[in-house]
């Protein structure tokens, strides 16, 4: 049985918050990609920049265009929508070995005034050293709650 505590450190393990996105996107870092699953419309009127959009209703026959050795940073439209956590599973169950979540979602994304592109679809950016940079941003966010 998971205690509270068990469950919360393997929690915070596959969740990045806004900043740290915004940290990634401004230090340059490489080896994540951006997966925006809100619907068409919503990622035109505005998204992360540099992120894919691929609907949580369609988001399986956009995989083939997901880099599976990037670490995926998926996100939907607030803390209360769900999409970017099933988006995650599904991913995860095919195969894609890092996956997180960005926490807030892209209203999150947007309280804290940061950088929106608008505009229809996009390629994401694949980029080579991400996730030793998130797993710095990671250490750094801990070093600070504690």
Request: with cysteine.
């Amino acid at each position: 049985m998971a205690t509270v505590k068990s469950y919360f450190a393997e929690k915070l393990r596959f969740e990045i918050d806004p900043w740290g996105v915004e940290q990634l996107i401004g230090d340059g870092a490489r080896g994540y990609f951006l997966l925006d699953v809100r619907d068409r419309d919503a990622y035109a009127k505005g998204h992360v920049p540099g992120a894919f959009n691929a609907p949580i209703d369609s988001l399986h026959a956009s995989m083939g265009r997901i880099p599976k050795g990037s670490t995926i940073i998926v996100y939907c439209y607030n803390v209360a929508c769900f999409r970017a956590a099933r988006a995650a599973l599904e991913l995860a169950e095919s195969g894609f070995p890092k996956v997180v979540e960005m926490v807030g979602g892209f209203d999150e994304w947007k309280m804290h005034g940061y950088k929106v592109e608008k505009g229809r679809r996009r390629d994401g950016r694949v980029r080579d050293d991400g996730a030793q940079r998130l797993n710095s941003i990671r250490q750094l966010s801990n070093r600070l709650e504690h």
